[in-house]
């Protein structure tokens, strides 16, 4: 079956443009996970849903960082008014149930801000 | 605070030779202790996972990672590494609030 899938896979904005990263997790998965990966770095936990409830948005760096997954399936996260400083990998991830099953990975979106 | 250290940047070894890459962490419970591996491209692929029971955890790949709590680590292993193991190797901790917290990472360079 199919994997976690994000896109687009590589994304180029200028400063203070918005920008919308999506994914698509693995069907019926209830638990999708956000991550920030810096270059160079381990990734970092931006956001937590469990359906389409957002249980956990403690890792967001700024209020213009919001995601969201109405239909409790795909997420999109979004970013306003992008900074340099948001060039990063953006993964998605996916599980079963809780937090604790082990996480299926996408592919990432590479964000570089100009 | 809980944070998971892999004190070695990169790692060179040659095709068919051992291989262990580091990783201690800092928590104050049992922890759920995690290795990932991340290919050019790819996303993270889950290796092994420690939760609880048996200290030595085979993973997929040939690998296997010993949680030693007396040392706080949780070393990763494999006898004989194959040129496709080339990639960047995470170790990470759950917390207490459900969150995993990843390390650096550790890159492994292949030698033929």
């Known amino acids: 079956g199919a994997g976690v899938s994000q896109s687009p896979r590589y994304k180029v904005a200028k400063r203070g443009q918005d920008v919308a990263l999506r994914c698509d997790p693995i069907?019926?998965?209830?638990?999708l996970f956000w991550y920030q990966q810096a270059l160079g770095q381990g990734p970092e936990f931006l956001t937590y849903f469990q359906n389409e409830a957002q249980l956990d948005k403690s890792g967001l760096p700024s209020d213009r960082f919001f995601a969201e997954r109405p239909e409790g399936s795909v997420s999109t996260l979004k970013i306003q008014r992008t900074q340099q400083e948001d060039s990063a990998v953006y993964l998605c991830a996916s599980s079963p149930l809780g937090r604790t099953d082990t996480q299926y990975f996408g592919p990432g979106t590479r964000l570089t801000v100009l | 605070a809980q944070s998971v250290t892999q004190p070695d940047i990169h790692i060179t070894v040659s095709e068919g030779a051992s291989l262990e890459l580091r990783c201690n962490y800092s928590?104050?419970?049992?922890?759920?202790l995690f290795w990932y591996v991340q290919s050019p491209g790819q996303g993270l692929q889950l290796l092994l996972k420690y939760f609880s029971g048996d200290t030595l955890v085979q993973g997929i790949k040939g690998f296997e990672a010993e949680f030693k709590r007396s040392q706080s680590s949780f070393n990763l292993r494999k006898p004989s590494v194959h040129w496709s193991d080339a990639a960047e190797y995470f170790c990470a901790v759950e917390t207490r609030d459900d969150k995993i917290i990843f390390g650096k990472g550790t890159r492994l360079h292949i030698l033929p």
């Open positions: 069907s019926g998965h209830v638990s």
């Open positions: 928590y104050g419970a049992t922890p759920y």
